[in-house]
Nanobody, 124 residues
Framework: QVQLAESGGGLVQTGDSLRLSCAVP????????MAWFRQVPGKERESVAA????????YYADSVKGRFTISRDDVNNTVDLLMTGLKPEDTAVYYC?????????????????WGQGTQVTVSS
């Protein structure tokens, strides 16, 4: 398993932007699919975005397409999630996850390394 650490959460207003960052140990990005998930109390964890280790293949949930962008920084060893046009329904704890696998995966059960999560709250 890989140790991951999220940062960047906070309280924002509707329409604001926020960038989440996931710190990854050096060398891990190569060969790992990285993803962001979110969860609200009483609901299952849902996939938000994922990026293949080659950096070219990405996945976005329909609810965030056009508003969120996942990216990886191989120099600083981070995976970022830029969130724009935030809505109250984006309020959740956001988790970073990793899996050493050759193809892009997106389901929570496919990932074996998780961060502790960072709270994002969007006020109306």
């Amino acid at each position: 398993q890989v140790q991951l650490a999220e940062s960047g959460g906070g309280l924002v207003q509707t329409g604001d932007s926020l960038r989440l960052s996931c710190a990854v140990p050096k060398g891990i990005l190569l060969g790992h699919v990285m993803a962001w998930f979110r969860q609200v109390p009483g609901k299952e964890r849902e996939s938000v975005a994922a990026i293949h280790w080659n950096g070219f293949k990405t996945y976005y949930a329909d609810s965030v397409k056009g508003r969120f962008t996942i990216s990886r920084d191989d120099v600083n060893n981070t995976v970022d999630l830029l969130m724009t046009g935030l809505k109250p329904e984006d309020t959740a704890v956001y988790y970073c996850a990793a899996r050493h696998i050759s193809h892009l995966v997106t389901a929570p059960y496919a990932f074996d390394s998780w961060g502790q999560g960072t709270q994002v709250t969007v006020s109306s």
